[in-house]
């Protein structure tokens, strides 16, 4: 009787299928596998942890409120990244944070042209809201994630913390193949400048 | 040794550890250039500094607050579904007895029911005679009704004018029925605006 389910047990499909059954049990389980990725990605994105809290939770509720839409030949965790990362992105746009003049023109097409329209952040800067963040984040790695480019951020997360597939990624992105390695090369060639930078 | 010194996207590729024809030549190059390997390893402290950061958590009401405004519901198919499922026995060896009682009904019914179509012009007659005495009865005590709260002489006068008569009276019925409704309506609401 699916009542009586083990859903821990059952692939992400089978647990869609019962929630679209209208069990609640099944919906609390999505959440319950899928909030600490997904809420580490938007904090990561965002800094701040209550706006992710909140941009978390919209993201679920779109999620679940819409599952009628899912299209089960896709992984539901590439579905439901997309609509995070898309949330915590319009969130990014709508707040026109100093990002976009930090982290370069998003017209840029080559690492060169990216760093000629990138202005430098002196750490005097900061503020100590933006100090305390950064603690909380933690490592050199989490502050140089921050100065990514939300486009890259999404890209070298998605890679390297959830372990997505290039292909995957393009896909949940809705980003060309070639676009996602060339985020990616170019994430990992700044975290690295980065990373030398701090070492020294 | 090949002295082109290997491109970022070569790099790249033995980040990802890919496993493909035109790989081997690249990692046979990194073991004998200190250079390449260098920025391979520099690479590699990106990689693993990435992969081994932790997932966060947030706080721990969030499904609550997520399910306060999720609709969740459960479709009619559903439902009926579930119905039947809590009527069926828990247990498997109750469920097969379950299973052969409702088959065997089932079975008498067709088998009945075959029975009965094979003898068409009996259950006709039966149907015929069981209405004809249904309708007399009806009439019996819709006549009796009427004697007793018309009285006889209003009962013979409905007879002659037939179905005209009847109809007459219901609607004078159900006139007097609805003027009451609104009277009394009408009443109340006077009384309670005096009030």
């Known amino acids: 009787m699916p009542l009586a389910l083990d859903l821990a047990n059952l692939p992400d499909a089978d647990v869609v299928a019962l929630a679209l059954e209208g069990r609640e049990a099944a919906h609390r389980e999505l959440i319950r596998r899928y909030e600490r990725p997904v809420f580490s990605l938007i904090f990561r994105m965002v800094r701040d942890r209550e706006l992710a809290e909140d941009l978390t939770q919209d993201s679920f509720i779109k999620v679940l409120s819409h599952l009628d839409r899912y299209r089960s030949e896709f992984k539901f965790s590439s579905w439901l990244f997309k609509i995070s990362n898309n949330v915590a992105i319009d969130h990014l746009r709508r707040r026109q944070l100093d990002t976009v003049s930090m982290d370069g023109s998003p017209h840029a097409t080559t690492p060169d042209a990216v760093m000629a329209s990138t202005i430098e952040l002196s750490d005097s800067s900061e503020s100590a809201l933006e100090e305390m963040e950064a603690k909380e984040l933690g490592s050199a790695i989490e502050q140089a994630i921050a100065k990514l480019r939300p486009e890259y951020r999404s890209c070298i997360l998605l890679r390297h913390v959830e372990g997505r597939s290039y292909e995957e990624i393009a896909s949940t992105l809705d980003l060309p193949l070639g676009t996602v390695k060339t985020y990616i090369h170019r994430a990992r060639h700044e975290l690295r400048r980065a990373l030398e930078h701090t070492r020294e | ?195």
Do not use: K, Y
């Open chain 2, 1 to 195: 040794m090949n002295h082109r010194h290997l491109l970022p996207n070569e790099i790249d590729l033995l980040v990802d550890g890919e496993a493909g024809f035109g790989v081997a030549p690249l990692r046979a190059h990194v073991a004998e250039c200190d250079d390449c390997r260098a920025r391979l390893d520099d690479a590699r402290i990106v990689v693993d500094a990435l992969e081994a950061l932790p997932h966060f958590a947030p706080d721990s009401r969030l499904a609550d607050r997520v399910m306060a405004q999720v609709p969740v519901f459960v479709p009619a198919h559903v439902a009926a579904r579930d119905s039947v499922f809590r009527w069926l026995p828990q247990s498997a060896p109750a469920r097969l007895a379950a299973g052969i009682m409702g088959t065997s009904i089932a079975g008498a019914l067709t088998v009945l029911l075959v029975w009965l179509a094979s003898r068409g012009e009996t259950v006709m007659f039966a149907t015929g005679l069981l209405s004809d005495r249904f309708q007399g009865m009806v009439a019996d005590t819709a006549r009796t009704l009427a004697l007793s709260l018309l009285g006889e002489s209003a009962v013979a006068t409905l007879q002659a004018t037939g179905a005209l008569g009847v109809t007459l009276l219901v609607l004078g019925f159900l006139g007097a029925a609805l003027g009451t409704v609104f009277g009394l309506r009408r009443l109340a609401t006077a009384s309670a605006r005096r009030a």
